[in-house]
Nanobody, 117 residues
Framework: QVHLVESGGGLVQPGGSLKLSCRVN?????VFWGNKFAWYRQAPGKQ????????????DYTDFVAGRFTISSDNARKSVYLQMNGLKPEDTAVYYC?????????WGPGTQVTVSS
């Protein structure tokens, strides 16, 4: 059974950086490499929004994070990362990793990111 687990969230000051990790358990390497993974976030009272996605070496970003956030993956660790720089208070949210597998959308439990002085 495939499941996702995010980590790396926390409290950071404005202008700071965090690197989120998403460990993908139960997926064979050949499937991991070809699968699309995405990072989303959801702030209190707001809808969940897409931030970035990666398939193999191909990446895509939502306009409002391009240049600040970088998505990457590590096949050996079967993990997907989100490097976030220049964080702002409005980046405060729960961050989720997601992928589609066997016809189902899979989500991790999320990791809280709080940007505050």
């Amino acid at each position: 059974q495939v499941h996702l687990v995010e980590s790396g969230g926390g409290l950071v000051q404005p202008g700071g950086s965090l690197k989120l990790s998403c460990r993908v358990n139960g997926m064979i390497l050949s499937v991991f490499w070809g699968n699309k993974f995405a990072w989303y976030r959801q702030a209190p009272g707001k809808q969940r929004e897409l931030l970035a996605s990666i398939t193999g070496r191909s990446t895509d970003y939502t306009d409002f994070v391009a240049g600040r956030f970088t998505i990457s993956s590590d096949n050996a660790r079967k993990s997907v990362y989100l490097q976030m720089n220049g964080l702002k208070p409005e980046d405060t949210a729960v961050y989720y990793c997601s992928t589609r597998y066997s016809g189902q959308d899979l989500w991790g439990p999320g990791t809280q990111v709080t940007v505050s002085s």
